[in-house]
């Protein structure tokens, strides 16, 4: 079965640190989307790429990067990690501008 | 500027009874209309949508109503059940606006007590 994975699951660093979430898909979806969920703020989309080459900034996308070298994967970076990063990050993958797919997420904790 | 607005941060519920979320938007460009469901410690999932071309869509117990000129739609859970707890979001899309990506309210928290 297609399925959409995001590694590692928990995540512990230091402040200043370079840390890379990664994302996985299996359906093939040109669409790839990286969000963080905060009490308060629910969904907040940091960065998304519509295709390999292809980025674009979010509503938050200071402090973060991605790049896209294949269909399936879409890694998220935080260059220098800070305590305000501290959230949970979700992937999602789409077919078209509508009906998304989304991982498992990744708790992350910046120290 | 929030485009997609869930004003109840929760709502508790009785099994059985039937659960009311709402969700009101400020952009008129919106087209189509999606609701997600979110446990604790997974991702969201799709639940159920609806085009701006109609003004209800039924799903088993779960149906979404569009009111265009309030820009208001609801999502109605009946009967509701203890299953049901979790976070709902609302979120928007955009017509005319190339692939732009779903606007995502802040969500509701629904409790259905048994």
């Known amino acids: 079965d297609a399925e959409i994975t995001q590694s590692p699951r928990h995540k512990i660093t230091e402040t200043g640190r370079q840390v890379t979430l990664a994302c996985h898909q299996t359906?093939?979806?040109?669409?790839m989307f990286w969000y963080r969920q905060d009490l308060g703020h629910g969904l907040r989309l940091i960065h998304y790429?519509?295709?390999?080459?292809?980025?674009n900034k979010g509503e938050v996308s200071d402090g973060y990067s991605v790049s896209r070298s294949n269909t399936e994967d879409l890694p998220l970076t935080l260059e220098s990690a800070a305590s305000s990063q501290t959230s949970v990050y979700f992937c999602a993958s789409s077919e078209n501008r509508y009906e998304q797919y989304f991982g498992p997420g990744t708790r992350l904790t910046v120290t | 500027d929030q485009q997609v607005k869930q004003n109840s941060p929760s709502l508790s519920v009785q099994e059985g009874r039937i659960s009311i979320l709402n969700c009101d938007y400020t952009?008129?460009?919106?087209?189509?209309f999606l609701w997600y469901k979110k446990y604790p410690a997974e991702g969201p999932t799709f639940l159920i949508s609806?085009?701006?071309?109609?003004d209800k869509n039924e799903d088993g117990r779960f149906t979404v109503f569009l009111n265009k000129s309030a820009k208001h739609l609801s999502l109605h859970i009946v009967p509701s059940q203890p299953g049901d707890s979790a976070v709902y979001f609302c979120a928007a899309s955009r017509r005319n606006s190339g692939n732009t990506p779903l606007v995502f309210g802040k969500g509701t928290r629904l409790s259905v007590i048994a």
């Open positions: 952009n008129s460009m919106f087209d189509y």
């Open positions: 359906w093939n979806h040109n669409n």
């Open positions: 609806i085009s701006s071309i109609k």
């Open positions: 790429s519509y295709g390999v080459q292809d980025t």
